[in-house]
Structure formats: C-alpha cells, structure tokens
C-alpha cells in the first residue's frame, strides 16, 4: 500500500482586480495539478515535486502552491510508479488525491485572504432547466 506524505515549499497568491472595483458576476476557475517528475530516494521511496495552480478568468487572481510528495510503498509497487512514469502515464490516483487535497486547503485559505472566490463549485439550488412536476399522490386501495 502507498503512503503519501506531502510537504508544500512555496504558496504564492497574488490579486490583480482592485479592491474598489465588484468582481465580475460570471468568473472560470482553472484547476491545474502538475506532478513534474519522480526522483526514486530508495527501493521503496519516490520523492514528486508538484506545482499546484488556480486562474480565473476573467484574469483577477493567480494562486500557486509547490512541494513535493514523498510516496512510500512495497519495492513492486515504487517499481511499477517508475516504470508508469517513463511511460508518460499518470502517477497513481493515492498521490494525485493527496497532492491536490492538501494544495486545495491551502488556496481556499488564500482566496479567503485575498477576498476572491474559492476554487470550488458553486453550492446552492440546481438550474431551472426543467422544472419539476408536482408528484400525484396515489390513494392507498385495499381489497379484501
């Protein structure tokens, strides 16, 4: 099993819309989580650096968290992570969910701090796309 230690080095927020101006009534968030490479410490430890982004559009805000994972595990499974990473394919979905967790707690604090809207989906009453009809209720029947 993976064990998924994560160190953040650099948090850096920085607010280009000016305080005095309203922020725009539709802004886009881009999540972007990039696991820049695997350095193998030991048979069974992988160091991967990380650079975890959020942009908006329109442009009001740019936040940035770097660090690294230390992903720990059986010498098959670091093996296999390796052998995955020089093919280009994804590193497994334990440090994915561990990195962007941890980077995301720490952007939500700084959009706080920065008073702009947090990377997350809106939470409130779903689109009016089709309204919902009433629901008939059915008079029990019984027969004997």
């Known amino acids: 099993?993976?064990?998924?230690?994560?160190?953040?080095?650099?948090?850096?927020?920085?607010?280009?819309?000016?305080?005095?101006?309203?922020?725009?009534?539709?802004?886009?968030?881009?999540?972007?989580?990039?696991?820049?490479?695997?350095?193998?410490?030991?048979?069974?430890?992988?160091?991967?650096?990380?650079?975890?982004?959020?942009?908006?559009?329109?442009?009001?805000?740019?936040?940035?968290?770097?660090?690294?994972a230390q992903v720990t595990g059986d010498r098959a499974e670091v093996v296999q992570m390796i052998e995955e990473h020089k093919k280009n394919r994804p590193p497994p979905q334990q440090v994915i969910q561990a990195v962007s967790s941890i980077a995301m707690a720490e952007v939500i604090i700084m959009s706080k701090s920065l008073g702009i809207p947090p990377p997350l989906p809106p939470i409130g009453l779903p689109a009016e796309a089709a309204p919902i009809a009433p629901i008939q209720k059915k008079e029990p029947r019984y027969t004997t």
Do not use: H
């Not at 992988?46 to 329109?58: D, I, K, L, Q, S």
């Open 1 to 68: 099993m993976l064990r998924v230690a994560v160190q953040v080095t650099n948090l850096s927020g920085e607010r280009y819309w000016a305080y005095d101006t309203p922020l725009p009534a539709q802004v886009q968030i881009a999540v972007n989580i990039n696991i820049v490479g695997l350095d193998q410490k030991s048979e069974s430890t992988v160091e991967a650096p990380f650079v975890f982004t959020v942009g908006y559009t329109p442009s009001i805000a740019q936040l940035s968290v770097k660090g690294k």
